[in-house]
Antibody, heavy 121, light 108 residues
């Protein structure tokens, strides 16, 4: 079964760092892009960026460039989203997602279960 | 950046009715790279339609997509109780990929 399994919910304080993960299984992890999508409480979906684990080619939405870092470790089939200094405004559900076609940009047919990040003093 | 506008924000229907949802792009979507997703509370989004009109695997044929250029639509031919949810359109033809703000389909 093709799936993406994300790390668990996080409760952090403003200014702290954080790295959440997304582990792929059931397919060739290095040959599909992996995207990150934010959903703030009660709001819509926002595309943050995307990485190709095969060579770590990474693209960011201008809205998130410089605010987060997307990375991947292909040896353990895992993609990451990290913050160096969290803000209360980073409180959201974060999803990883995989496009339908190998090696290309396409709609997302496989989604992780989401990681809830809460930033509060 | 392509801005996708879904209006209205909420639509009310009775089960069995036909629903048509709109998604308008601020500029032409390349190669009709337009998708529709369904999201229910507490769940990840689910892909319904890609390439503007192709149904994803396992999606019932009561869901259909249409449109090209800047105007797209998702039609649900007969609403089932499980179809009441929030629907998002997304374009993936130009970076940054963008989502519409969503349309909630609620029970009248």
């Amino acid at each position: 079964e093709v799936q993406l399994v994300q790390s668990g919910a996080e409760l952090k304080k403003p200014g702290e760092s954080l790295k959440i993960s997304c582990k792929g299984s059931g397919y060739s992890f290095t040959t599909y892009w992996i995207a990150w999508v934010r959903q703030m409480p009660g709001k819509g979906l926002e595309w943050m960026g995307i990485i190709y684990p095969g060579d770590s080619d990474t693209r960011y939405s201008p809205s998130f460039q410089g605010q987060v870092t997307i990375s991947a470790d292909k040896s353990i089939n895992t993609a990451y989203l990290q913050w160096s200094s969290l803000k209360a405004a980073d409180t959201a559900m974060y999803y990883c997602a995989r496009p339908t076609i190998m090696g290309g940009f396409d709609a997302f047919d496989i989604w992780g279960q989401g990681t809830m990040v809460t930033v509060s003093a | 950046e392509i801005v996708l506008t879904q209006s209205p924000g909420t639509l009310s229907f009775s089960p069995g009715e036909r629903a048509t949802l709109s998604c308008r792009a601020s500029q032409s979507v390349r190669s009709s790279y337009l998708a529709w997703y369904q999201q229910k509370p507490g769940q990840a989004p689910r892909l319904l339609i890609y390439g503007a009109s192709s149904r994803a695997t396992g999606i019932p044929d009561r869901f259909s997509g249409s449109g090209s250029g800047t105007d797209f639509a998702l039609t649900i031919s007969r609403l089932e109780p499980e179809d009441f949810a929030v629907y998002y359109c997304q374009q993936y033809g130009s970076s940054p990929w963008t989502f519409g703000q969503g349309t909630k389909v609620e029970i009248k």
